[in-house]
Protein backbone atom coordinates (compact mmCIF):
# COMPACT_ATOMS: atom_id res chain seq x y z
CA UNK A 1 0.00 0.00 0.00
CA UNK A 2 1.28 3.62 -0.77
CA UNK A 3 2.17 5.76 2.18
CA UNK A 4 0.44 9.38 2.13
CA UNK A 5 2.00 11.68 5.24
CA UNK A 6 0.26 14.92 5.39
CA UNK A 7 0.23 17.14 8.43
CA UNK A 8 -0.37 20.87 9.78
CA UNK A 9 1.22 23.12 12.60
CA UNK A 10 -1.06 23.16 15.77
CA UNK A 11 -1.20 26.55 16.25
CA UNK A 12 -4.96 26.88 16.42
CA UNK A 13 -8.02 25.06 15.85
CA UNK A 14 -8.70 24.06 12.14
CA UNK A 15 -11.45 25.61 10.19
CA UNK A 16 -13.46 25.14 7.27
CA UNK A 17 -10.74 26.16 4.85
CA UNK A 18 -8.89 23.24 6.28
CA UNK A 19 -12.24 21.29 6.20
CA UNK A 20 -12.56 21.78 2.35
CA UNK A 21 -8.85 22.61 1.07
CA UNK A 22 -7.40 18.84 3.31
CA UNK A 23 -9.64 16.89 5.89
CA UNK A 24 -12.29 16.01 3.80
CA UNK A 25 -9.68 14.64 1.50
CA UNK A 26 -7.71 12.68 4.42
CA UNK A 27 -11.01 11.17 5.39
CA UNK A 28 -11.77 10.05 1.87
CA UNK A 29 -8.14 8.65 1.37
CA UNK A 30 -8.28 7.20 4.69
CA UNK A 31 -11.93 5.48 3.52
CA UNK A 32 -10.84 4.31 0.16
CA UNK A 33 -8.52 1.63 2.18
CA UNK A 34 -5.60 1.89 -0.76
CA UNK A 35 -3.04 3.63 1.14
CA UNK A 36 -1.55 3.90 4.69
CA UNK A 37 -1.82 7.40 5.98
CA UNK A 38 -0.06 9.50 8.81
CA UNK A 39 -0.96 12.47 9.93
CA UNK A 40 1.59 14.57 11.97
CA UNK A 41 0.81 17.25 14.76
CA UNK A 42 4.04 19.49 13.60
CA UNK A 43 4.59 20.67 16.77
CA UNK A 44 8.36 21.43 16.39
CA UNK A 45 7.84 23.15 13.35
CA UNK A 46 4.89 25.38 15.15
CA UNK A 47 7.62 25.92 17.46
CA UNK A 48 9.63 27.74 14.86
CA UNK A 49 7.48 30.47 14.67
CA UNK A 50 5.89 30.59 18.06
CA UNK A 51 9.07 29.81 20.38
CA UNK A 52 8.22 32.35 22.56
CA UNK A 53 4.57 30.83 23.14
CA UNK A 54 5.24 27.23 23.97
CA UNK A 55 1.85 27.10 26.32
CA UNK A 56 -0.12 27.68 22.79
CA UNK A 57 1.73 24.62 21.14
CA UNK A 58 1.17 22.36 23.83
CA UNK A 59 -2.64 23.17 24.11
CA UNK A 60 -3.24 23.19 20.49
CA UNK A 61 -1.96 19.58 19.98
CA UNK A 62 -4.75 17.90 21.53
CA UNK A 63 -7.12 20.91 20.06
CA UNK A 64 -5.77 19.92 16.57
CA UNK A 65 -6.16 15.99 17.40
CA UNK A 66 -9.59 16.10 18.45
CA UNK A 67 -10.14 18.33 15.34
CA UNK A 68 -9.05 15.50 13.33
CA UNK A 69 -10.78 12.87 15.26
CA UNK A 70 -14.36 14.63 14.66
CA UNK A 71 -14.24 15.17 10.63
CA UNK A 72 -13.84 11.69 11.02
CA UNK A 73 -10.09 10.65 11.17
CA UNK A 74 -10.28 6.85 12.39
CA UNK A 75 -6.90 5.76 14.35
CA UNK A 76 -7.88 2.46 13.35
CA UNK A 77 -6.83 3.35 10.10
CA UNK A 78 -5.17 6.50 10.16
CA UNK A 79 -1.82 7.01 11.89
CA UNK A 80 -1.84 10.44 14.19
CA UNK A 81 1.41 11.43 15.90
CA UNK A 82 3.16 14.22 17.81
CA UNK A 83 6.44 15.31 15.77
CA UNK A 84 8.44 15.90 18.66
CA UNK A 85 8.06 12.63 20.12
CA UNK A 86 10.02 11.01 17.49
CA UNK A 87 13.71 11.95 17.47
CA UNK A 88 14.90 10.51 14.68
CA UNK A 89 12.98 13.03 12.62
CA UNK A 90 15.21 15.63 14.52
CA UNK A 91 18.25 13.21 13.52
CA UNK A 92 17.66 13.02 10.29
CA UNK A 93 17.10 16.64 9.94
CA UNK A 94 20.45 17.41 11.28
CA UNK A 95 22.27 14.75 8.52
CA UNK A 96 20.26 16.90 5.56
CA UNK A 97 20.97 19.94 6.73
CA UNK A 98 24.49 19.46 4.77
CA UNK A 99 22.51 18.64 1.84
CA UNK A 100 21.05 22.25 1.36
CA UNK A 101 22.50 25.87 1.02
CA UNK A 102 21.35 28.73 2.68
CA UNK A 103 20.80 30.28 -0.67
CA UNK A 104 18.78 27.65 -1.59
CA UNK A 105 16.51 27.99 1.68
CA UNK A 106 16.16 31.55 1.08
CA UNK A 107 15.01 31.18 -2.22
CA UNK A 108 12.32 28.93 -1.43
CA UNK A 109 9.49 31.07 -2.08
CA UNK A 110 6.95 29.70 0.68
CA UNK A 111 9.69 29.98 3.05
CA UNK A 112 10.52 33.87 1.50
CA UNK A 113 6.87 35.11 1.61
CA UNK A 114 6.32 33.39 5.37
CA UNK A 115 9.37 35.03 6.71
CA UNK A 116 7.84 38.71 5.09
CA UNK A 117 4.34 38.22 6.71
CA UNK A 118 6.40 37.40 10.30
CA UNK A 119 8.44 40.54 10.21
CA UNK A 120 7.06 41.52 13.69
CA UNK A 121 8.29 38.03 15.10
CA UNK A 122 11.83 37.89 13.13
CA UNK A 123 12.55 41.80 12.63
CA UNK A 124 15.25 41.74 10.16
CA UNK A 125 17.12 38.65 10.46
CA UNK A 126 15.37 35.56 10.42
CA UNK A 127 16.05 32.28 13.00
CA UNK A 128 18.34 29.47 12.13
CA UNK A 129 15.32 27.12 13.08
CA UNK A 130 12.64 29.08 10.93
CA UNK A 131 15.40 29.34 7.39
CA UNK A 132 15.38 25.46 8.11
CA UNK A 133 11.99 24.28 8.16
CA UNK A 134 11.88 23.09 5.04
CA UNK A 135 14.72 20.39 5.85
CA UNK A 136 13.11 19.14 9.13
CA UNK A 137 9.42 19.03 6.87
CA UNK A 138 12.17 16.74 4.19
CA UNK A 139 13.02 14.39 7.42
CA UNK A 140 9.08 14.04 7.93
CA UNK A 141 8.09 12.83 5.30
CA UNK A 142 10.88 10.86 4.48
CA UNK A 143 11.63 8.92 7.79
CA UNK A 144 8.20 7.39 6.57
CA UNK A 145 9.31 6.85 3.05
CA UNK A 146 5.84 9.11 2.52
CA UNK A 147 5.20 8.37 -1.32
CA UNK A 148 2.11 10.56 -1.33
CA UNK A 149 1.94 14.01 0.02
CA UNK A 150 -1.32 15.63 -0.83
CA UNK A 151 -0.85 19.38 0.16
CA UNK A 152 -2.55 23.09 -0.90
CA UNK A 153 -0.12 25.15 -3.44
CA UNK A 154 1.52 26.82 -0.83
CA UNK A 155 3.45 23.92 0.34
CA UNK A 156 4.46 23.03 -3.16
CA UNK A 157 8.44 24.73 -2.93
CA UNK A 158 8.85 22.64 0.04
CA UNK A 159 7.85 19.34 -1.21
CA UNK A 160 10.18 20.12 -4.25
CA UNK A 161 12.71 21.19 -1.79
CA UNK A 162 12.48 17.84 0.19
CA UNK A 163 12.65 15.98 -3.48
CA UNK A 164 16.33 17.79 -4.39
CA UNK A 165 17.37 16.74 -0.48
CA UNK A 166 16.37 12.62 -1.58
CA UNK A 167 17.88 12.80 -4.52
CA UNK A 168 21.27 14.84 -3.42
CA UNK A 169 21.23 11.76 -0.45
CA UNK A 170 20.88 9.27 -2.69
CA UNK A 171 23.56 10.36 -5.19
CA UNK A 172 26.14 10.32 -2.34
CA UNK A 173 25.01 7.58 0.41
CA UNK A 174 23.21 5.22 -1.74
CA UNK A 175 19.56 4.40 -3.12
CA UNK A 176 17.69 4.83 0.23
CA UNK A 177 15.48 7.59 0.29
CA UNK A 178 11.91 7.43 -1.33
CA UNK A 179 11.46 10.61 -3.58
CA UNK A 180 7.74 11.80 -2.29
CA UNK A 181 5.20 13.60 -4.98
CA UNK A 182 3.13 16.03 -3.72
CA UNK A 183 -0.76 15.22 -4.36
CA UNK A 184 -2.19 19.00 -5.32
CA UNK A 185 -5.67 19.12 -3.98
CA UNK A 186 -8.19 20.13 -6.41
CA UNK A 187 -10.19 22.56 -3.88
CA UNK A 188 -9.07 25.81 -4.29
CA UNK A 189 -8.40 28.33 -0.76
CA UNK A 190 -11.70 29.14 0.73
CA UNK A 191 -12.41 32.29 1.34
CA UNK A 192 -13.09 34.24 4.76
CA UNK A 193 -16.32 35.51 5.79
CA UNK A 194 -15.06 39.09 4.99
CA UNK A 195 -14.20 38.81 1.29
CA UNK A 196 -10.49 37.94 2.14
CA UNK A 197 -8.81 35.65 0.33
CA UNK A 198 -7.63 33.67 3.03
CA UNK A 199 -9.42 32.19 5.79
CA UNK A 200 -7.31 32.74 8.65
CA UNK A 201 -7.29 32.99 12.73
CA UNK A 202 -5.07 36.14 12.72
CA UNK A 203 -7.71 37.83 10.15
CA UNK A 204 -10.52 37.13 12.98
CA UNK A 205 -12.59 35.85 9.42
CA UNK A 206 -12.95 32.13 10.06
CA UNK A 207 -15.47 29.55 10.84
CA UNK A 208 -13.80 27.13 13.01
CA UNK A 209 -15.05 23.62 12.92
CA UNK A 210 -15.60 23.63 17.11
CA UNK A 211 -17.99 26.93 16.78
CA UNK A 212 -21.49 26.31 18.37
CA UNK A 213 -24.70 26.79 16.72
CA UNK A 214 -25.26 30.63 17.62
CA UNK A 215 -21.37 31.54 16.69
CA UNK A 216 -21.83 30.49 13.38
CA UNK A 217 -25.04 32.32 13.06
CA UNK A 218 -23.35 35.19 14.55
CA UNK A 219 -20.79 34.87 12.46
CA UNK A 220 -22.71 34.47 9.29
CA UNK A 221 -24.78 37.30 9.86
CA UNK A 222 -21.28 39.31 9.72
CA UNK A 223 -20.84 38.12 6.09
CA UNK A 224 -20.24 40.70 3.70
CA UNK A 225 -22.95 40.69 0.73
CA UNK A 226 -23.54 43.10 -2.27
CA UNK A 227 -22.97 46.74 -1.02
CA UNK A 228 -25.30 47.55 -4.04
CA UNK A 229 -28.50 45.62 -2.38
CA UNK A 230 -30.37 47.71 0.73
CA UNK A 231 -33.88 46.68 0.11
CA UNK A 232 -35.02 43.54 -0.25
CA UNK A 233 -36.33 43.30 -3.45
CA UNK A 234 -33.20 44.93 -4.87
CA UNK A 235 -32.17 43.07 -7.38
CA UNK A 236 -28.90 41.10 -6.16
CA UNK A 237 -25.68 40.51 -7.40
CA UNK A 238 -24.79 36.94 -5.28
CA UNK A 239 -21.02 37.09 -7.64
CA UNK A 240 -19.81 39.73 -5.25
CA UNK A 241 -21.58 38.05 -1.77
CA UNK A 242 -19.88 36.10 0.55
CA UNK A 243 -22.89 34.37 1.47
CA UNK A 244 -23.59 33.32 -1.51
CA UNK A 245 -20.00 31.75 -1.76
CA UNK A 246 -20.57 29.55 1.45
CA UNK A 247 -24.40 28.83 -0.14
CA UNK A 248 -22.23 27.20 -3.06
CA UNK A 249 -19.94 24.93 -0.08
CA UNK A 250 -22.81 23.88 2.38
CA UNK A 251 -25.65 23.43 -0.28
CA UNK A 252 -27.47 20.79 -2.51
CA UNK A 253 -26.73 22.06 -6.06
CA UNK A 254 -30.56 22.66 -6.46
CA UNK A 255 -30.78 24.69 -2.93
CA UNK A 256 -27.72 26.99 -4.24
CA UNK A 257 -29.36 27.67 -7.35
CA UNK A 258 -32.30 28.73 -5.78
CA UNK A 259 -30.72 30.98 -3.73
CA UNK A 260 -28.61 32.85 -6.53
CA UNK A 261 -31.92 33.15 -8.51
CA UNK A 262 -34.15 34.00 -5.94
CA UNK A 263 -31.23 36.69 -4.67
CA UNK A 264 -30.90 38.02 -8.51
CA UNK A 265 -34.79 38.92 -8.70
CA UNK A 266 -35.05 40.45 -5.53
CA UNK A 267 -36.99 37.59 -4.35
CA UNK A 268 -35.02 36.76 -1.34
CA UNK A 269 -33.49 38.88 2.11
CA UNK A 270 -29.77 39.01 3.23
CA UNK A 271 -31.56 38.21 6.57
CA UNK A 272 -33.39 35.52 5.67
CA UNK A 273 -30.66 33.87 3.39
CA UNK A 274 -28.27 34.34 6.00
CA UNK A 275 -30.13 32.31 8.44
CA UNK A 276 -30.37 29.63 5.93
CA UNK A 277 -26.95 29.24 5.06
CA UNK A 278 -26.18 29.20 9.02
CA UNK A 279 -28.61 26.11 8.97
CA UNK A 280 -26.64 24.28 6.25
CA UNK A 281 -23.64 25.06 8.05
CA UNK A 282 -24.76 23.58 10.83
CA UNK A 283 -26.18 20.70 9.24
CA UNK A 284 -22.87 19.88 7.79
CA UNK A 285 -21.15 20.54 11.19
CA UNK A 286 -23.74 18.48 13.48
CA UNK A 287 -21.99 15.29 13.46
CA UNK A 288 -18.88 16.61 13.69
CA UNK A 289 -19.82 18.23 16.55
CA UNK A 290 -21.03 14.83 18.28
CA UNK A 291 -18.00 13.30 17.39
CA UNK A 292 -16.03 16.09 19.34
CA UNK A 293 -18.14 16.25 22.31
CA UNK A 294 -17.48 12.77 22.95
CA UNK A 295 -13.83 13.08 22.79
CA UNK A 296 -14.12 16.13 24.80
CA UNK A 297 -15.85 14.23 27.31
CA UNK A 298 -12.83 11.66 27.12
CA UNK A 299 -9.84 12.88 26.71
CA UNK A 300 -8.06 10.29 28.23
CA UNK A 301 -9.22 8.69 24.96
CA UNK A 302 -7.36 11.01 22.85
CA UNK A 303 -4.15 11.01 24.49
CA UNK A 304 -4.37 7.47 24.20
CA UNK A 305 -4.58 7.94 20.48
CA UNK A 306 -2.32 10.12 20.38
CA UNK A 307 0.55 7.28 22.25
CA UNK A 308 -0.37 4.36 20.22
CA UNK A 309 0.10 6.78 16.76
CA UNK A 310 3.17 8.00 17.90
CA UNK A 311 4.54 4.81 18.56
CA UNK A 312 3.50 2.80 15.40
CA UNK A 313 4.84 5.66 13.58
CA UNK A 314 8.20 6.12 15.90
CA UNK A 315 8.68 2.17 14.75
CA UNK A 316 8.56 2.95 10.89
CA UNK A 317 11.03 5.97 11.69
CA UNK A 318 13.41 3.84 13.32
CA UNK A 319 13.46 1.02 10.58
CA UNK A 320 13.92 4.18 8.18
CA UNK A 321 17.23 5.45 10.45
CA UNK A 322 18.49 1.93 10.60
CA UNK A 323 19.10 2.29 6.84
CA UNK A 324 20.15 6.02 6.44
CA UNK A 325 23.23 5.39 9.62
CA UNK A 326 24.41 2.22 7.18
CA UNK A 327 24.48 4.22 4.08
CA UNK A 328 26.49 7.14 5.88
CA UNK A 329 27.91 4.54 7.69
CA UNK A 330 27.67 5.59 10.78
CA UNK A 331 26.48 2.28 11.91
CA UNK A 332 29.90 1.30 13.44
CA UNK A 333 28.75 -1.64 15.97
CA UNK A 334 27.05 -2.95 13.62
CA UNK A 335 23.72 -2.13 14.78
CA UNK A 336 21.31 1.09 15.00
N1 LIG B 1 4.04 22.75 6.67
C1 LIG B 1 2.76 22.18 6.92
C2 LIG B 1 1.78 23.32 7.26
O1 LIG B 1 2.20 24.40 7.59
C3 LIG B 1 2.75 21.17 8.05
C4 LIG B 1 3.68 20.00 7.83
C5 LIG B 1 4.76 19.69 8.60
C6 LIG B 1 3.60 19.02 6.80
N2 LIG B 1 5.37 18.58 8.12
C7 LIG B 1 4.69 18.13 7.03
C8 LIG B 1 2.75 18.80 5.72
C9 LIG B 1 4.92 17.04 6.19
C10 LIG B 1 2.98 17.70 4.88
C11 LIG B 1 4.06 16.84 5.11
O2 LIG B 1 0.60 23.11 7.20
Not at 11 to 36: A, C, D, M, P, W
Not at 70 to 83: A, F, L, N, R, W
Not at 158 to 180: A, D, H
Not at 303 to 319: C, F, P, Q, W
Amino acid sequence: MKRVLTGDRPTGNLHIGHYFGSLKKRVEIQNSGEYEQYILIADVQALTDNFNHPEKVRKNVREVAIDYLSVGIDPKKTTIYIQSMIPEVAELTVFYSNLVTIARLERNPTVKTEILQKKDIFGESVTYGFLGYPVSQAADITAFEGEIIPVGEDQLPLIEQCREIVRKFNSIYGNVLTEPKALLSEKKRIKGLDGNDKMGKSLGNAIYLRDSEEAILKKVMSAVTDPNRIRKDDLGNPDVCMVYYYHQLFDTREEYQNVCSECRLGKRGCVACKKELAQHINRELAPIRERRKYYEEHPEEVDKILIEGTSRAREVARETMVKVKKAMQLDYFGKE
